[in-house]
């Protein structure tokens, strides 16, 4: 029966369990999908729908349907004996101190690790509970504190170089031909292939885990990986290939999105007569800026001119487009040509105020994470010393045609949404996993065992509130990560993306406890070290991401571990 006489615990677990999903949404998440914006690969509208879509989609779908009663192994179970009372506390005050923390990091601007921190907690509440003798220290087959300490550098190290090898792969294979472009569109089916391959893998290895997908067999496991790779390099050929081609070599400015499912019928297409006179219609994937704030193409080409050599000439002074107004400034607007005549209370009023003043106020504080311009905050104010400094990290990169960054931001948007649906399905239970715990024992009234089942209503309420973490708070993660650590462009992104997941696939296969987190800012660390220089590295913003990840175990675990001993040996009246 249910123990009403800690249901004060039982509200508290609640709360911070959402608190903690909405944390895992503002920084976890957020850090996987900034570098597609970052790369203008996605707008940061689009990143947050698409987050929403898959992230949900995971999460409910092929999501852990068992939560760990002792994450990662850290204390034993046998640690709370028969005392029902104690587990509840116990993961009560871990799952506090854990969200305690990642709202703070968040607020901070430090990209962590949702795992590292519920793990951290739990680990204190054991030193609390148990004592420092019960707790795994070592390795403990990849999963004690040993492991997750030596995680923090493994990690990156290992994401950094495989980001290196597949960008230099794709620098010198393709980048920097003469008729890039073209290179870029031929081989396009086999990036996809990669892509697809190790999407696949890490759904099978990281993202299902109440499919049990990685307890198949090898054989069936790698022919799974290798079919479903080739349908997807297959459609490639089939439908990007001819779409891309009508698009960037035939300048053809007026396909649409909706032409993609001609297929090859698009390659008898005719263009425009006056295609060749004109730019592709791509987007602008540059990010270096002048003093006054507007795209700079002084340092654009290292070599690999496009398809046309005179495209790019054509493309030298883009006509200026017209500045949107901001939120703020259509309110003024709108208060200006409604001005208040006489009280605010009179009756007439009334209406001016809800319709021109209540109803956009609350519009422009719901939508300010998704309205937020993480490119200015990314690259600096202009005039001021970090702008200076974040111009200096841009100019150290060479950068590349439209059309040929074009072709990999497709390949960047399938690895990012194929992390974020693993992700979904696997890094939720961090929050849940703890609330699953609390709920059963709350409900049950007896010491729950080593698992505890999911309802899946929590998994759905999670990924509600996970979900609203990124769509209202991730642009403060976001605006810290991508162009702020080097510069970013779709060709560069989708080999950190990839990086980051083949680190990640490798660390699962081994038992070794890595944070996704760690490996995207390895990867982009790595990829950016490509550009031949140092300095093409924030290093102060790297060192600023380092410490939030160091800080987080011993922080964490303390504060775990003295809320609980606090509580347990508190004077009773």
Partial sequence: MPLHQWDYLMAIGTMFSLLDAFNIGANDVANSWATSVSSRSLTLRQAIIGAAIFEFLGAVTVGARVASTIKNGIIPSSSFGDNAGLQLLSFTCAIVASATWLMFATYMSFPVSTTYSIVSAVAGVGVAVAGAD????????????????????????????????????????????????????????????????????????????????DEKSPTVTALGIVITALVVAILAILFWVPFVYTKVIKLDYTLKWYHFFLGPFLLRRQPPSDAHERAAAVPDYRVIQDEHGNISLENKIEAGPASKPDALDRDEKPAEAPKSQSILARQLEQLERHPLDGAWYEPRNFVILVKYRTVPWILSTLLHGT???????????????????????????????????HTYSFVQVLTACTASFAHGANDLGNAIGPWSVIYATWNSGRVVGKESDIPIWMIIVGALTLVIGLATYGYNIMRVLGNKITYMSPSRGSCMELAAAITVILASQYGLPVSTTMCITGATVGVGLCNGDVKAINWKATGWIFMGWVLTIPIVGVLSGCLMGIIVNAPRF
Avoid: C
């Avoid at 003469?178 to 990669?194: C, E, K, L, Q, S």
């Avoid at 311009?373 to 150290?396: P, W």
């Fill in 134 to 213: 019960k707790v795994q220290w070592g390795w403990n087959d990849g999963k004690g504190l040993g492991a997750i300490f030596a995680g923090l550098g493994m990690a990156p190290a290992i994401a950094a170089g495989f980001g290196a090898v597949l960008y230099l792969l794709v620098k010198f294979v393709v980048l920097m031909r003469r008729d890039a472009v073209r290179w870029a569109i031929w081989t396009g089916p086999f990036f996809f292939f990669t892509a697809a391959a190790v999407s696949t893998m890490s759904i099978i290895y990281k993202g299902a885990p109440s499919l049990n997908l």
């Fill in 371 to 405: 309205s937020y311009d993480i490119h200015a905050a990314q690259a600096g104010q202009a005039g001021t010393k970090e702008g200076e400094h974040m111009r200096a990290v841009f100019a150290a990169a060479k950068q590349y045609p439209n059309e040929l960054e």
